[in-house]
């Protein structure tokens, strides 16, 4: 168990990206960190980049079994976490027309079961204490559309109407359940695309750039942060008015 009065926090998929500026930013915000990575070698990483004050762990979201040893492992050395931050997520682009199974049901597996695989099973405790923040990352694409992303638009459409049901479910608890919707982000998930998309994209974006890690993170802090109490069921876009949702 963490030593420490701070709270905890789990941040899934904090080895890159989006997670990983999450998790650097709870940390600045006084919280107990501990990230997840789906490799031992990212999990040590994570246990590097925080120090003394947060932890790496080992949680694949897209299998039952994975999931549960991730949880058990979370819960047997860290404690269970108050703030839940739901970040990891895979896209496997195709047209729908050639899109085949394993793309669309690995897509499923990560964004959105694995959303139902983290989040009961740390509900509980947060009832316990009557406290609680769960912030959901989706994406742009939820309302956007974007060709070559029915998969993963599914999935992240999904995961607003799961945040806009679990939040009436544990209003009463003082537990808050909120989705963040990314823009256009600058991390390996989007470094594979050709230049010219990436200009097309940023020419579509009101404010001219590609979103930083740390703009998403911002936003992710305030909804966990005491001041958003009376914040839940909502979507904030963090999207530099590239869609106006
Ligand atoms: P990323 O750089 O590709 O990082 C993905 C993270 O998720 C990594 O930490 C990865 O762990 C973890 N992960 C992958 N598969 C997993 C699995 N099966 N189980 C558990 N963890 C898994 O992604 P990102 O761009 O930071 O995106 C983070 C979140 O923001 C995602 O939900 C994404 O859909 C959303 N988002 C991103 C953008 C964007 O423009 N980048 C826009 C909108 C929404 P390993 O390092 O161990 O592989």
């Keep these: 168990m963490a030593d420490t009065d701070r709270r905890i926090a789990l941040v899934t998929g ?14 600045r915000d006084g919280y ?3 990230g997840s990575a789906t ?7 994570i246990d590097a980049d925080l120090g003394d004050l947060g932890g790496g762990i080992v949680l694949r979201v897209d299998g ?9 492992d979370l819960l047997e050395r860290f404690g269970a976490p108050s703030v839940l931050v739901n970040n990891a997520g895979i896209t496997r682009d195709n047209l729908l027309m050639r899109m085949t199974g394993v793309q669309w049901s690995s897509v499923v597996e990560a964004n959105l079961s694995g959303l139902y695989r983290v989040t009961r099973p740390l509900l509980r405790a947060m009832m316990r204490q009557r406290f609680g923040r769960i912030v959901n990352l989706s994406s742009v694409v939820a309302r956007m559309g974007n060709p070559g992303q029915t998969n993963y638009a599914a999935t992240k459409a999904g995961i607003e109407g799961f945040t806009r049901a679990l939040a009436q479910e544990v209003g009463s608890r003082g537990i808050t359940v909120n989705a963040v919707a990314p823009g256009f982000i600058d991390t ?37 942060s005491d001041s958003a109490g009376y914040i839940t069921g909502e979507t904030l876009h963090v999207n530099g008015g590239l869609y106006a949702a």
């Design 14 to 27: 904090a080895s890159r990206g989006i997670g990983r500026a999450i998790a650097a930013r709870l940390l």
């Design 39 to 45: 490799s031992d070698d990212g999990a040590q990483r």
């Design 64 to 72: 039952d079994e994975t999931a549960e040893q991730g949880i058990g």
């Design 32 to 34: 107990f960190v501990v």
């Design 188 to 224: 390996d998930m989007t470094r594979d695309l050709a230049e010219e998309q990436r200009q097309a994209m940023v020419d579509r974006t009101a404010v001219r750039r590609m979103g930083s890690v740390e703009d998403v993170a911002a936003a992710v802090s305030f909804l966990a």
